[in-house]
């Protein structure tokens, strides 16, 4: 598992990102918000937006919404949004899905203001980093893969929350 950079002492505010924020990063918003409850941590804002426009005030796609209510997780009301450059003033770490938007997340970072941005899977105890993949062109298998990986993630993100917070 990753040993991040300095940390700041307390996460209190979590963005997840990936392209259109109606898949992978509303999946990984509602999962981290469930593990943060399951431990307590109720406390921590969990958000998530996309790097594109495409589906801007849209819900999830059906397909995000069915695996994560398999297990007790509504991200239905949910909204997509994109992420904007007052996203890194207000969050304090932003996760990456994949190397694409991470490489646009630290395209539009400001200089003065650098945040902790980190790749999801840098968390994951099931896989040496890399990509989640984005299962939106797929059938139910892509969104199964992403759902077992993003949980294995959150539950290392929540970890690494509540370690810097000691």
Known sequence: MLTLFPMRPRVKKVLFVCLGNICRSSMAHGILQAELVRR?????????????????GSPPDSRAIDITAKHDI?????????????DFDDFDLIIAMDANNFADLKA?????????LVM?????????????PDPYYGGNDGFIHSMTLLTDACQGI????????R
């Open 120 to 132: 999801c899977l840098d968390f994951s105890s099931m896989t040496n980093r890399g990509d989640v």
């Open 158 to 165: 929540a970890n690494h929350i509540i370690s810097a917070s």
């Open 40 to 56: 307590d941590r109720s406390g921590i804002e969990v958000d998530s937006a996309g790097t594109s426009n495409w589906h801007i």
């Open 74 to 86: 509504d991200i239905s009301g949910q909204q997509a949004r994109q992420v904007s450059i007052k």
């Open 108 to 116: 539009m970072e400001p200089a003065a203001n650098p945040k902790q």
